[in-house]
């Protein structure tokens, strides 16, 4: 079955630290696959997405996330975190060969950043 | 971007009350989404809508119901709310693979 796995569900950082979520699939092709982040409260706004092409996106914010092929997994990073960031963050996958126009989620990763 | 809009933003209402959750965007957007977030928790897609006149049921069950009568308007109904129902309820539109979310509702069932 197709599914999306966020390993960690919560992550603390300090601000000013580095910071990779990671994010992996499972699917007998590439899907497209997407970022977002939701802010307590509120909706889920796009962070970066992939559809083919570089491996590298990068996204808002500052943010930036890696396709690994070999390793089915997209992990988002920050070289240098905000407190600002301190929110929930959600990969999706759209299995576009499946032509349902349909996202899995993951289970999201919350981050906490200390000042 | 998309600009999709929902209301209420923030609903407490009683049991068995009847309720509709608003949710329109301007970009002309031809899929609209509906899904269920309990507080901390995953997103599941309880309706989904690729046009005019074209409804379809999530991979979550709900006793909602939905309609699209026009292109840019895609409300919720619940029948008759319960305590259950307690969440938050998000919107999103797209027009390809990319989908875009409204602010949420969050509804509270006393």
């Known amino acids: 079955a197709q599914s999306v796995t966020q390993p960690d569900i919560h992550i603390t950082v300090s601000e000013g630290a580095s910071l990779e979520l990671r994010c992996n699939y499972s699917?007998?092709?590439?899907?497209?696959l997407f970022w977002y982040v939701q802010s307590p409260g509120q909706g889920l706004q796009l962070l970066l997405k992939?559809?083919?092409?570089?491996?590298l996106v990068q996204g808002i914010k500052g943010f930036e996330a890696e396709f690994k092929r070999s390793q089915s997994s997209f992990n988002l990073r920050k070289p240098s975190v905000h407190w600002s960031d301190a929110a929930e963050y959600f990969c999706?996958?759209?299995?576009?060969?499946?032509?349902?126009?349909?996202?899995?989620f993951g289970t999201g990763t919350r981050l906490k950043v200390l000042a | 971007e998309a600009d999709i809009y929902q209301t209420p933003r923030y609903l407490v209402i009683g049991t068995g009350k009847k309720i509709t959750l608003e949710c329109s965007q301007t970009?002309?957007?031809?899929?609209m989404y509906w899904y269920q977030q309990d507080p901390g928790m995953e997103l599941h897609l309880i309706h989904y809508s690729y046009g005019v006149n074209s409804t379809e049921k999530g991979d979550l069950s709900s006793e909602s119901t939905v309609s699209r009568i026009r292109t840019e308007h895609f409300p919720l109904t619940l029948e008759s709310a319960r305590p259950s129902h307690t969440s938050q309820y998000l919107c999103?539109?797209?027009?390809?693979?990319?989908?875009?979310f409204g602010p949420g509702t969050r509804l509270t069932v006393t």
């Open positions: 992939y559809f083919s092409g570089d491996t």
């Open positions: 999706a996958v759209e299995p576009y060969t499946s032509g349902t126009y349909k996202y899995i």
């Open positions: 970009m002309g957007h031809d899929k």
């Open positions: 999103a539109s797209s027009s390809s693979y990319e989908q875009y």
């Open positions: 699917y007998g092709a590439t899907p497209y």
